[in-house]
């Protein structure tokens, strides 16, 4: 008689939203205080989700600090995705996209760039961490070079990087001048810059 075996089914991961919660939170406390200065004690009195909860989902602070630069990043890309989008009619993406940039500052980054902030904390600290903020910080170039791809500029990877060193550029001077300042002297550069090609 041959043996019965059970059909494996393969199990989803069911949303956690305590998970949520606290990525979310975090966000917001490491936006504020830095991520050396939020500390445990306040995820957990902030989030209202147990310590055990925390650590059960996030065994490090640094595992959470990668979900919440994952979460940024995300968030981000897409408001800039979307923005620009809602924009074709104004002029090229490539231009466009400091607009959006300055409405995105006013309302989620008037600190600056998270992820630029991540690398400086963590430089020297934790190469996980430093690592994956310094790669998400280059989609920017990748970005911008898509687009002048697309519109026929010559030599889009190179003037990409141009483009994205404005564009990270205006999120470093943010917590300086004011997202939309920041963000329209940047799209000022651009469009001088872009004059020259």
Known sequence: MPARTAALKPRTARPSPKKDVLVEVAEGLFDRYGFHGTGIDRLVQDSGVARMTLYKHFPTKNALVRAVLERRDERFWAYINDGVAAREQDGPAWLTVFDVLGNWLEAEGSQGSLLLRALAEFSG?????????????????????????????????????????????????????????????????????????
């Open 125 to 197: 600290h934790d190469v996980t961490v430093a690592g994956d903020a310094a790669f998400r910080c280059r989609a920017s170039g990748a970005w911008f070079e898509g687009r002048l791809e697309a519109a026929g500029i010559d030599r889009p990877a190179e003037r990409g990087w141009d483009l994205a060193l404005l564009f990270e550029g205006a999120m470093a001077m943010t917590p300086v001048v004011g997202g939309q300042a920041a963000a329209g002297q940047a799209r000022h550069a651009a469009a001088a810059l872009a004059a020259s090609w």
